[in-house]
């Protein structure tokens, strides 16, 4: 199997692109504590794209508290919602246009029984990482990781291992939790591998 990780010019392209080819790739975490990687496949994304998208945070928060969507593809935006639950995205095209792909599920991989104490008590495996909450936590993501270069940190990256799916075995639907965004709310800018158990449950 080879492996290599992903560079920048993946993610400088058209932000529906790459949600949906993020979907196969596997997200890694250098967990310092551990000394070992903590691994998930991606098996959800969606798809932010730019000011026009009334979803997007570059749409109504101010710049200066999501200065990183507006910055260079690669990197991580990660940011706290409701308090209490850290999410990630990864930023998308060219800079100074606002957009990026929130990873939203993950099959564990790799420091599986780690992952799961991290989540604290949890049924079984799909439950550790099939929402965007849950796999931060999983991977102990948080806000420390916000403004990251996945292009040469060692803390995180994302890998390709050489899955790649045809589109038969993609779905799409309108994005979760957006009711605010108007006309928005219904762009069928949420991926997800068909049947995969590991996909979120809106």
């Known amino acids: 199997m080879k492996i290599k990780r992903l560079r920048r010019a993946f ?3 058209k932000t529906i692109n790459v949600a949906r080819e993020l979907l196969g790739k596997y997200l890694v975490v250098w967990n310092e504590s551990r000394r070992q990687t903590l691994v998930g496949k991606i098996v959800e994304t969606e798809a ?9 945070h570059a749409s109504w928060r101010k710049r200066q508290s999501c200065e990183v969507l507006w910055g260079e593809a ?4 990660v940011y706290l919602t409701y308090g209490m639950h850290w999410l990630v995205n990864i930023v ?3 800079r ?3 957009a990026a792909v929130l990873i939203r599920a993950i099959e564990p991989i790799g420091g599986v ?9 949890v049924p079984n495996k799909v ?3 099939n929402g965007p909450g849950k796999l931060t936590k999983a991977l102990g ?3 420390s990781l916000n403004g990251e270069d996945l292009e040469d940190s060692r803390r995180v990256w994302v890998e390709d291992r050489g899955i790649i799916y045809s589109r038969a075995i993609i779905s799409h639907s309108p994005r979760i939790g957006i009711d605010y965004a108007g006309a928005y709310k219904n762009k069928l800018w949420r991926f997800f591998i068909k049947q995969n158990p590991f996909v979120s449950r809106p």
Request: with cysteine.
């Open 11 to 13: 993610f400088q392209r």
């Open 127 to 129: 439950s550790i990482g």
């Open 96 to 98: 100074n246009y606002p």
């Open 92 to 94: 998308t095209e060219k």
């Open 74 to 77: 690669g990197h991580l935006y």
């Open 48 to 56: 932010y794209c730019g000011q026009k998208d009334k979803a997007c």
């Open 113 to 121: 029984s780690f992952m799961a104490e991290n989540r604290g008590a």
């Open 141 to 143: 993501i948080s806000g």
